[in-house]
């Protein structure tokens, strides 16, 4: 006890006067043992423990004032005060302060030496500082420091005091950086210590980044493992290093694969390379063990788990047997098959008719009834009149002559047979101008004026021939009384006779729409169960979707069968519950994972059901880490559930956590590939990146080519096997005595040469296999060859759409065109070592084969003259292709042959191309033969050519009989169509 305790200074209360209006609002401060109280009209009691430094005294207004600084960073004041009374109080105070501060940094002690420890061991690391080992430091560091003056007076403490305390609030405020110098002193050390190993663990030495990620160990490690870059040997070393290093006990690591076989391979070789024994596993068999610990049994598995044949019977037999003899949900079934089984989009919804044409195509949109028709609205009619036993034609002749008709021939849309009635639907929509009256609209890239044109043809067709004819509009559909208005028109007319549910599911077994949506109904409901989605998350979505009565209803059909697969699975599992039900036990604490370094091989193909698992594994140890390794440019996956956002945002959804801020993590680019030459290797890169999307990697080829090493070979009609033995010819040419390996790649299995058995024995000294692409992943070859890179839906990329449906519970679509099958033809392309040849159509070639042709940085071979780019259909934007007709001449057609037919006349000198307006010649038609034509004065996309009438030679438009615009040669005999 210091003489001053108890002791009580005050100031006047003339000086209060002046300094209450200041705020400086107590009268006295009164000193004890432990405790200074301050008071006036409020007292505040303030403990030495509340102490931040020393008090003392300064001058204000030529008052004396005693300072006492609070930790926190406040103060607390006296003003007023007689000097000798403050300057004692003062003394007081600090030597109470000081003997209590003494107190604090003993009974710390022991905790500031060790973390004083950790902070001089950070200098010469022995291991990864990774973020889970510090952070606990850390907080402890917060924790010390926390509890300590922010000042501390000279003298207080010895120099290891001192110390201590100064290297501990270095690490307590600069931790990142800390961290970070640690990290790199870690590995620029390790990378000699251990580089005997390094050399060692693999027949080949490891590569500068291989290493780098064999060394890395944060708490969630992406190593970035292009086509070819020695994925399986990182995975290898990195088992290897934590065991060699004393890091983690075998027991401890967790090898998880996609396949059985690759879970299989890359454990035996960790234990022949290092004699550690890991636990190596496919994700549903790690579900099926965790299940079986904790319900101390093998659970049993559906017999439908792992045949998708019975698995879809049984879905079928559940739609067709159970649902459908109920009659509200039969109703809905029905409802769903004629009209809404396919996903509606109109005209409105694109921005070209091609775009348009091009949705349809790959849609097929097929009728109740078998026939293929234009629109989904067509389609709905159809549909409708099948459902009422109503019977008609699509399309059919009209049945007068029209012997006056300049246009092509007529055809209405429907024709009831029974009555004669016509049915023409009209593609126009109800608009208000700004004179305020309501008119008929067009899409925008239909010409208006010229359909309203063709629709007051036809009416007037139909009353001069005296047939009838029923109108429905588009703007019915959007307002959504397409069907009612069509029975009102067609009642007074028709007798309707609905056809028998029964007929009608027999008639959409027969057509395969049933197997179809079973299958959907199938993938959804995998997914469904693997993500843990409900009824009413997926809702949620479908409320907000593009077409929100479609998935609603979906969502009605899929509960009923949800729930009836639910009752017939009973005490069963399916595949989807071994991940689910697994994540469940590790989540509770159920089961009780012994492992701490998880390694996941193919991480790019990680669903959300299996990071969730993943997650519940790591949750459970707090030093646990993830090790990583994939490739975004391969994920190709997407149908089965992978979800390529748990990859892009890698730090986001598994990092750690350290100093406060989240996602801690490490990405390392393999970057150099083993595989492929710079010629392969540098234009996939390229071509995968034209998605911005996809992460940007460096790549570093195996070796260095002279000579192009991708070619396209276009071949011509039914001239496929021709094209595919001339590239065979090539390949085994180049053989000087050493087998050569080739990888046949189709996007499809039914693309397998017929004659393959064949082909492989007239090349003797070529090993050949036919795979997918799909099927590929992973292997390489020599050489490569892509077949039927054409456009179409069984082309490459395929234009075959998934069902937005599956948007409901899969993740997120991508907004750019074809991303998944870029990324699939990236795999294509880096499986070979050497070259690899395209084979495509020279017709209809595919969009990627044009864009590679086109790319001035991807050098190609082309065996035949390219496609050309400029032919584009005039009428709706698409590609016009070459055709011979019967009697030898060239001519173009639109690639969309049965939506627009449009055709047109090739060049008259060249015969390979079509001309196109001049940029600078606005009266004249250019080729790209530098052939020059005068433009048509009737018509926009015409030019004129010689052609002989009954009064001799005249320049005539190519697009007559629909354009009859003409110019007479001039008088001296001159047919040049530029004069």
Request: glycine share 6%; charged share 25%.
């Amino acid at each position: 006890m210091t003489p001053a305790s108890n002791k009580t200074i005050q100031r006047s209360s003339l000086s209060g006067l002046v300094l209450v209006p200041l705020g400086y609002g107590f009268q006295r401060a009164t000193f004890s043992e432990s405790e200074i109280t301050f008071s006036g009209r409020t007292s505040r009691p303030v403990a030495i423990s509340e102490v931040a430094a020393p008090p003392f005294l300064r001058k204000t207004l030529g008052f004396t004032v005693l300072v006492l600084p609070l930790v926190g960073g406040d103060e607390i004041k006296l003003a007023g005060v007689i000097p000798t009374e403050a300057a004692a109080m003062v003394s007081a105070i600090k030597s109470s302060w000081r003997l209590h501060f003494e107190d604090l940094v003993l009974s710390a002690q022991d905790e500031l030496k060790v973390l004083a420890d950790v902070v001089q061991r950070l200098k010469k690391p022995r291991r990864y500082p990774s973020a889970c080992l510090l952070d606990p430091y850390l907080q402890q560091a917060s924790h010390v420091i926390n509890t300590l003056p922010e000042r501390i007076p000279e003298g207080t403490l010895n120099a290891d005091q001192y110390a201590l305390i100064d290297a501990v609030r270095g690490f307590q405020r600069a931790p990142d950086a800390l961290r970070r110098c640690a990290i790199e002193a870690f590995i620029e050390t390790e990378l000699v210590e251990a580089s005997t190993f390094l050399d060692t663990i693999e027949s080949n030495p490891l590569t500068p980044e291989q290493r780098l990620a064999v060394l890395s160990d944060e708490d969630a490690t992406l190593v970035l493992a292009g086509a070819g870059s020695g994925k399986t040997s990182v995975i290898v070393a990195k088992a290897a290093y934590l065991v060699r290093q004393g890091i983690r006990k075998p027991e401890e690591i967790l090898l998880l694969a996609f396949g059985k076989a690759a879970a299989k391979e890359m454990a035996e070789r960790i234990e022949e390379r290092s004699g550690a024994s890991v636990t190596a596993s496919t994700f549903h068999a790690l579900g099926y063990d965790i299940i079986r610990e904790v319900e101390k049994g093998a659970p049993a598995l559906a017999p439908h788990a792992s045949d998708d044949a019975q698995f879809r019977a049984l879905l079928r037999d559940i739609l067709v047997n159970e649902l459908a003899t109920q009659p509200k949900m039969a109703l809905l079934i029905l409802k769903w098959f004629s009209e809404l089984y396919t996903p509606y989009k109109s005209e409105w919804d694109f921005k070209t008719k091609a775009r348009y044409y091009e949705y349809i195509e790959a849609h097929e949109l097929r009728t109740l009834q078998g026939e293929l028709v234009k629109s989904f609205e067509e389609l709905e009619i159809a549909n409708w009149l099948y459902l009422n036993g109503v019977a008609y034609e699509y399309e059919p002749d009209y049945e007068h002559e029209l012997p006056e008709n300049t246009r092509k021939a007529y055809t209405p849309d429907f024709r009831l047979t029974e009555s004669g009635l016509y049915i023409e639907h009209f593609g126009v929509r109800k608009a208000r101008g700004p004179d305020g009256e309501t008119k008929l609209m067009t899409a925008p890239h239909v010409d208006r004026q010229s359909y309203l044109d063709g629709m007051a043809w036809k009416r007037r067709v139909h009353e001069e021939n005296g047939t009838q004819l029923i109108e429905t509009y588009s703007y019915e559909r959007v307002e959504n009384r397409l069907l009612e208005a069509l029975k009102e028109k067609l009642k007074p007319h028709v007798t309707f006779n609905p056809v028998p549910s029964e007929e009608v599911f027999n008639r959409l077994a027969e057509m395969g729409q049933i197997d179809a949506f079973t299958q959907t109904l199938g993938t959804f409901l995998r997914h469904f169960k693997s993500t843990g989605a409900s009824i009413k998350t997926c809702e949620a979505r479908a409320k907000i979707s593009k077409d929100k009565a479609r998935s609603l209803s979906f969502l009605k059909i899929f509960d009923a069968v949800y729930q009836s697969y639910q009752e017939r699975l009973g005490k069963r599992i399916d595949f989807e519950d071994m991940i689910v039900r697994a994540t469940e036990y590790v989540r509770t604490g159920k089961f009780q994972s012994p492992f701490r370094h998880l390694l996941v091989d193919e991480f790019q193909d990680i669903s959300e059901g299996r990071a969730q698992l993943l997650l519940a594994l790591k949750d459970q140890h707090k030093d646990a880490r993830l090790f990583a390794v994939g490739d975004d440019w391969q994920s190709i996956y997407r149908f089965t559930g992978s979800d390529l956002h748990l990859m892009r945002s890698f730090g986001e959804v598994f990092g750690g956590r350290f100093a406060g801020a989240r996602g801690i993590h490490r990405v390392v680019d393999l970057g150099r590939t083993f595989r492929s030459v710079d010629r392969i290797a540098l234009p996939a890169r390229s071509f995968v990146l034209k998605n911005p999307l996809q992460i940007r990697k460096q790549v570093i080829p195996a070796n260095s080519a002279d000579n192009p090493c991708i070619q396209i070979s276009y071949y011509q009609k039914r001239r496929e096997d021709h094209a595919l033995r001339s590239t065979l010819d090539a390949i085994s040419n180049q053989s000087e005595g050493t087998e050569i390996s080739v990888l046949l790649l189709g996007r499809y299995n039914f693309l397998r040469p017929k004659n393959f058995s064949q082909i492989n024995s007239s090349y003797p000294k070529l090993s050949s296999r036919y795979m997918t692409v799909h099927g590929s992943k992973g292997l390489e070859a020599d050489h490569v060859v892509i077949l039927r890179a054409d456009t179409g839906r069984m082309g490459f990329p395929s234009e075959i759409v998934d069902d937005p449906l599956l948007d409901l519970v899969l993740p997120e679509p991508e907004a750019f065109d074809h991303a998944e099958e870029r990324r699939l033809f990236y795999v294509a392309l880096t499986r070979a070592k050497k070259t690899v040849t395209i084979l495509a159509s020279h017709e209809e070639p595919s969009v990627f084969v044009r864009e590679m042709a086109e790319s001035t940085d991807i050098e190609v071979i082309s065996k035949e003259e390219k496609v050309t780019a400029q032919a584009r259909c005039s009428e709706c934007g698409g590609r016009m292709l070459l055709r011979t007709s019967k009697k030898g001449h060239f001519y173009f057609y639109c690639e969309h042959r049965r939506l627009c037919g449009h055709t047109s006349q090739a060049c008259s000198r060249c015969g390979t191309d079509i001309p196109v307006k001049s940029l600078t010649k606005l009266d004249v038609f250019k080729c790209s033969c530098s052939a020059e034509f005068r433009a048509c004065p009737e018509c926009k996309d015409g030019w004129l050519v010689e052609r002989t009438g009954r009064y001799g030679a005249f320049l005539g438009c190519v697009n007559f009989p629909k354009c009859s615009g003409k110019k007479n040669i001039g008088k001296n005999g001159s047919i040049d169509p530029t004069q």
